[in-house]
Nanobody, 117 residues
Framework: QVQLVESGGALVHPGGSLTLTCAAS????????MSWYRQSPEKEREWVAS?????????RYASSVKGRFTISRDNSRNTVYLQMNSLTPEDTATYYC?????????YGQGTQVAVSL
């Protein structure tokens, strides 16, 4: 079955950096676009970034993270990454790795990122 396991979340200071990792299994990883989403307690889950199956391929970012976050993938390792720079308290959330395999979208269990002094 589809499994997505996120890691790398931590408490960081404003302006800091963090890299999240998602290990995928149970599907043909190199065939699917991979995405990151995030959710904070007071907000609905929001899309953060996506990367197409074939590298180099289409990469898209939410306007709130463009220029600060970088999504990448390693198809040989079935892994997708999210490099986050210039973090602000507004980036505090649980971050989820995701894949759309019709008819459904799958998410991992999430990894928590907290940005605070």
């Amino acid at each position: 079955q589809v499994q997505l396991v996120e890691s790398g979340g931590a408490l960081v200071h404003p302006g800091g950096s963090l890299t999240l990792t998602c290990a995928a299994s149970g599907f043909s990883f190199k065939t699917y676009t991979m995405s990151w989403y995030r959710q904070s307690p007071e907000k609905e889950r929001e899309w953060v970034a996506s990367i197409a199956a074939v590298v180099p391929g289409q990469i898209r970012y939410a306007s709130s993270v463009k220029g600060r976050f970088t999504i990448s993938r390693d198809n040989s390792r079935n892994t997708v990454y999210l490099q986050m720079n210039s973090l602000t308290p507004e980036d505090t959330a649980t971050y989820y790795c995701s894949v759309l395999i019709p008819p459904g979208r799958y998410y991992g269990q999430g990894t928590q990122v907290a940005v605070s002094l």
